[in-house]
């Protein structure tokens, strides 16, 4: 993942898989790693990046193991990395749909309800809903085995439904 060819890397410190930007504090971490050698997902809570050989960066996950000799004292310090630029770009694009999905799902003129495939439930209605909506399409959610709609209306509507008399809790 980062371009170089073993003979390149053996001997050099690992800084040179670190962006230049990170190589300052990494000596400091190293030592603290070493003096606590702990396996352990490295920079939780943090955006860790390495570099390529040709310089450019990418996202990574990286985890720490040491190895003991039979004696019992560490040996080997060992990384895993995992280059996150897929996942990152999957995650990304995922977004962007749910994003689409939300615009499209309001805006809709047509009454559109979201339901729960695993309790038959409506989680989710968009502002094209109203009592006559749910009035007509009451029976068909109910021939979809719908259990209960939660908030059937727009925001603030709740009083179109006093006098509601389906079969269909709400």
């Known amino acids: ?29 190293r030592e603290q790693f070493h003096d606590n050698p702990t396996n352990r997902r490295m920079g939780t809570g943090r955006d860790l990046f390495a570099q390529r050989k040709g310089g450019s960066e990418f996202p990574v996950e990286v985890s720490l193991v040491t190895v003991k000799a039979d004696s ?9 990395i995992k280059d996150l630029s897929a996942l990152n770009r999957t995650e990304s694009a995922r977004r962007a749909s749910e994003s689409r999905f939300a615009a499209i799902f309001h805006a809709s ?6 339901c729960n495939g695993t309790n038959h439930r409506v989680v ?11 009035d007509r399409l009451e ?22 439904l006093d006098g509601y008399a389906g079969h269909i809790p709400l």
């Open 1 to 29: 993942i980062f371009g170089y060819t073993a003979s390149e890397l053996t001997g050099h410190s690992v800084d040179k898989l670190l962006p230049n930007r990170f190589q300052g504090n990494h000596p400091k971490m």
């Open 72 to 80: 019992g004292v560490p040996s080997y310090r060992v990384a895993s």
């Open 109 to 114: 003129p047509a009454g559109i309800c979201l």
């Open 124 to 134: 989710d209605a968009n502002q094209a809903w109203d009592r006559a909506l749910l």
């Open 139 to 160: 029976p068909a959610l109910r021939s979809y085995g719908v259990e209960m709609i939660e908030q059937p209306v727009r925001h603030g509507e709740d009083a179109s």
